[in-house]
């Protein structure tokens, strides 16, 4: 799943970049133009961290439902797979237009890229990594699977089982989901002033 990520992200920042004017999507999402953040860092955090959860929902609650596969007909995808690279795809048109809503300079395409990876800073590896792990942990929640038209198999909440590693790792995506809105949130309160 991270290799799809980054050959989604990294191709859509980079012809973004190219092909699309800056700023072109700053202020179009109206929950995000619609969000006032506290200079409060914990406050702050929080709203990041409860916007953030919205995609992080998504994923989880499209995951409930698989599709068979157009590739392999005897498996399913999970429709939460397709969100996620759906988010990702979203993320690389934010950041290769610099359509962030905190307004600053827009840097070069390489710092663009270099930041989307930067743990120590920016808060993008960690929000990606973690609807990348809600994405591969929910799809054992799946309950409905289809064939495209009709569900064809179904299975009850009793049914579904995590492993302890599973569960382990369904935590540690909201642990990096809260990491990362403590990151933008610490980087949005020191740029603002």
Same mark, same amino acid.
Request: aromatic share 16%; glycine share 6%.
């Given at each position: 799943?991270?290799?799809?990520?980054?050959?989604?992200?990294?191709?859509?920042?980079?012809?973004?970049? &190219?092909?699309?004017?800056?700023?072109?999507?700053?202020?179009?999402?109206?929950?995000?133009?619609?969000?006032?953040?506290?200079?409060?860092?914990? !406050?702050?955090?929080?709203?990041? #961290?409860?916007?953030?959860?919205?995609?992080?929902?998504?994923?989880?609650?499209?995951?409930?439902?698989?599709?068979?596969?157009?590739?392999?007909?005897?498996? &399913?995808?999970? =429709?939460?797979? =397709? +969100? #996620?690279?759906?988010?990702?795809? #979203?993320?690389?048109? =934010?950041?290769?237009?610099?359509? #962030?809503?905190?307004?600053?300079? +827009?840097?070069?395409?390489?710092?663009?890229?270099? $930041?989307?990876?930067?743990? &120590?800073?920016?808060?993008?590896?960690?929000?990606?990594? +973690?609807?990348?792990?809600?994405?591969?942990? *929910?799809?054992?929640? !799946?309950?409905?699977?289809?064939?495209?038209?009709?569900?064809?198999?179904? $299975?009850?909440?009793?049914?579904?089982?995590? *492993?302890?590693?599973?569960?382990?790792? &369904?935590?540690?995506?909201?642990?990096?989901?809260?990491?990362? +809105?403590?990151?933008?949130?610490?980087?949005?309160?020191?740029? !603002?002033?």
């Amino acid at each position: 799943m991270y290799v799809s990520c980054i050959l989604i992200f990294i191709p859509v920042v980079v012809l973004s970049y &190219f092909l699309l004017p800056d700023k072109i999507l700053r202020g179009k999402h109206p929950l995000v133009s619609a969000l006032e953040l506290s200079p409060n860092l914990r !406050t702050s955090t929080l709203q990041i #961290f409860g916007y953030n959860l919205i995609p992080m929902s998504l994923i989880i609650v499209t995951n409930l439902l698989a599709q068979k596969s157009r590739i392999s007909k005897d498996r &399913f995808v999970p =429709i939460g797979y =397709i +969100a #996620f690279w759906g988010i990702t795809f #979203f993320c690389g048109l =934010i950041l290769g237009t610099w359509s #962030f809503e905190v307004i600053s300079e +827009a840097p070069p395409l390489y710092l663009r890229l270099i $930041r989307g990876f930067d743990i &120590f800073y920016h808060a993008g590896f960690y929000e990606l990594s +973690a609807y990348l792990l809600t994405a591969v942990t *929910s799809f054992k929640l !799946t309950l409905w699977y289809s064939d495209g038209k009709n569900i064809v198999a179904s $299975r009850k909440w009793r049914d579904i089982k995590l *492993s302890k590693s599973e569960k382990i790792i &369904f935590v540690l995506a909201f642990i990096l989901l809260f990491i990362g +809105a403590f990151i933008e949130s610490y980087g949005i309160i020191q740029s !603002t002033g």
